[in-house]
């Protein structure tokens, strides 16, 4: 059959078509009333959809930039920091501490877990100037307790910042209430854009910080950007293009919510919660074993490579096969298990059809007979209850 | 009449139409075979476009942010650099050693002119580690004598980085043979994509210098990218769909040059020349002034205000009745100077329309009559005059 290329990877997601036409059509100058008007627009609908009221940033860079804004304009050399980690995002954070000469102590959890509350709140020593952490851990499927970190950290001088690059739009976070002091997200995730832009949501007491902190930066430099945002500028040229996408898929979340931003943002994160649940059905009634079963997170389902198989060849075979892009294993996990997106720009028959996919190439890896139907059933059981659930509790049914 | 938006700012310039259609249907993943193809494809025909044999790095920023890279990838705190500024860029080399801890001792000229060779000279001690400047000055119009500045750092342990965000496809720069180090450009300029790609060459001296540079860097980790680039990726997740552009782009400056890219970025850069020759005859024919009369940069034109007339007056008459986007002057020059683009898509219709044009916005600001078409005139001269050169030295006539 024809195959049509489909990206099922945690980042870079499927592009919203109503962003592609205005990224292509979109030829402004950045220091013009005309794109003064959409930059301040898509800053203040960024609020909205991260969720707070503080001042939110849009840069041009992958997600890794605006970590490491977070990094050098928090500390200064050889402040104490916490990382925590249970992926190769986490350790990131953890190189990027010491990059910029940070005393870098480690929470850790074994890749497809999260974390001991006790030991963060034991490693949390008042010395601690800032903890770093994932909302979502895109290596391997797991989702981390913010809140719970957050309740931690809020008591003390160290400030929390969190990396919900795969957070954002597939979790709730209430980063305010919470008492999350720097959150960080990327364009080509829930947000349906290309890569190329980065944004971060900063509390008040982290701009307080960065009047002491030291380490150096330049075009990471948050109290510019903010400073130059206030005239609806950014300090240095912006991905222009990428903010035309930008705008227009917040418009497509706000039509998600009948209007609304906020509904729409909660709506799409109900969309990735489903998909999610539907994946994680599916994956077990075909007897896989999922790769965080305990703390799975709305963002991508990771799945365990059967015994035997390399998940390289399933990863294959679904490209081959479908013309589906899933995601490997990364580092020592490659090859150990799969990974399929939901954030962003997914439906029901884009979960179904990959579950379905599922199936064909199962039996083709590892040459043993599937009952078809299998996961897609149990898929659409999950639908259904979901369904049935939202009538009955007369919340919105996706 | 009908205005249609255009851009005559010394970047973002106007888009290709072939870049558009390819961003706006790009949606690969970055990790697979596809995009290796395409990147690694990208990176090669980029080594032809700048006009060397050293590795070229293309990454997700602006420029600013792969200047920021070439402090911090080649310096230690502490370290002696000598800066030429003569303009609100090179300023930004200062800021930037001074953000990284260097000891900037500096070589300036006012704004519109350019150095003395001589007090380089004198300022280029042993101890300089590195010298910082622009081929051109976008925020003056000016020209620096890039060769000449080589000829002296080459002989010594200084490094020499060149902005060439502008200069990057309107100046005839020989980087390897001059012993240019670093050179860096930016994609919304001569190459008529929309921002948020920056790209450098290194020297193999400057790679070295890497192992021993102490500043903090991550994003930026040039030799992190290089490493990955000879794998066919980028470290951090790139922009992908603006490397789609950047590949159109790419073509179209080949078959400018009957494929040959060298040929057509040769192409390119004599056509911003003949625009710019265009544009200065046509601004004097009226009686303007030049801003950098000593050494005008074909990228772009920057012209002084007529005495009593704030540029901005100019700049709002050009948008209001031609939609003609043209630039201000920046900081200190801001209502002094208007600056009209050459560099990437602009051809002999768009030059002669702007100067037919500039008549009419002169004649409404100043109050005082044109003789309409003596701009016009004067640039059809220059381009006849061009046309007959090339003919008579059997060059390419553009």
Known sequence: MLRKNRLFTPGPTPILPAAQTAMASYAMHHRTADFRALFSRVLADMKDFIGTKSD?????????????????????????????????????????????????EVVSAPYGETFSLEEVRHKLTPDVRAVFVQATESSTGARHDVKGIADLTRKTEALLVVDAITGLGTTQLDVDGWGVDVIIGGSQKALMIPPGLAYCAISERAWKRMESAKSPRYY??????????????????????????????????????????????????????????????????????????????????????????????????????????????????????????HLGYYDYLDTIGILAALEHVLASVTGKPVTYGTAVRAAQEAYAGARYQAAATGTRAM
Do not use: H
Request: aromatic residues 8%; contains cysteine.
């Open 56 to 104: 939110v940033l849009v840069l041009a860079s992958s997600g890794t930039g605006v970590m490491e804004g977070s990094v050098s304009n928090l500390t200064s050399f050889g402040d104490k920091v916490l990382v925590l980690t249970a992926g190769k995002f986490g350790e990131r954070w953890r190189d990027l501490g010491k990059a910029f000469g940070c005393a870098v």
């Open 220 to 341: 990471f430099d948050f109290r510019r950007e903010r400073k130059a945002a206030a005239k609806g500028e950014s300090a240095y040229t912006p991905a222009t293009s990428l903010f035309a996408a930008l705008g227009a898929a917040l418009d497509f979340v706000r039509q998600m919510g009948d209007g609304d931003l906020v509904a729409g943002r909660d709506a799409l994160i109900a969309n990735a919660e489903l998909a999610a649940e539907m994946t994680r059905a599916g994956a077990q009634a075909l007897g896989l074993k999922l790769f965080a079963p305990s703390c799975p997170a709305a963002a991508l389902t990771a799945i365990q490579s059967p015994t035997g198989i390399d998940s390289g060849a399933i990863v294959k075979q679904f490209r081959e096969s479908f013309g589906a892009v899933v995601a490997n294993g990364q580092g020592e996990m490659k090859g150990q298990l799969f990974r399929i997106a």
